[in-house]
């Protein structure tokens, strides 16, 4: 329920300031087939963070007015960037991780037009950034005068 009470509470921060709004961080979910280096195993439909059932949660924020940056920017083909890999199985050198951590973005932010006064330019991650399971991720906006 977390993720439902999220975006209601994201909604009504965006409804109440009348301005766009961003969530990010680690929202433990590889939401699609291009966020997983192993898509198709059979282990995944049980794995946490590629569940149907955390797969369709998501995307019913994204459904509810929001965009993932990246995915939106980048589009499904863009494949091999990940945000997460694990430790113990040595997956980062091979690249075999998931795309975990996202800036879900007000849809309007996407869009260059002069009522916009802050513009989502690009989104990417810098997995070469040692000292975490994590990779940073990157969202780069152009803040208008």
Not at 10 to 37: F, Y
Not at 80 to 86: E, N, T
Not at 92 to 99: A, C, F, I, T, V
Request: charged share 30%; with cysteine.
């Amino acid at each position: 329920e977390w993720d439902k009470d999220l975006l209601q509470y994201m909604q009504s921060k965006e409804t109440e300031r009348k301005c766009p709004v961003i969530w990010l961080g680690d929202l433990n979910v590889a939401h699609k087939a291009a966020d997983t280096w192993n898509e198709g195993a059979k282990h995944l439909v049980k794995s946490a963070g590629t569940t149907p059932q955390e797969r369709a949660s998501f995307e019913q924020q994204l459904e509810a007015g929001y965009v993932d940056a990246f995915r939106e920017l980048h589009g499904e083909e863009a494949l091999g960037h990940y945000s997460y890999w694990s430790q113990r199985a040595g997956n980062r050198e091979p690249n075999k991780g998931l795309r975990l951590d996202y800036f879900i973005c007000s849809k309007d932010m996407l869009k260059d037009s002069k009522d916009n006064k802050v513009v989502v330019r690009d989104s990417y991650m810098i997995p070469d950034q040692k000292g975490s399971d994590h990779c940073p991720i990157v969202l780069e906006l152009e803040i208008k005068r």
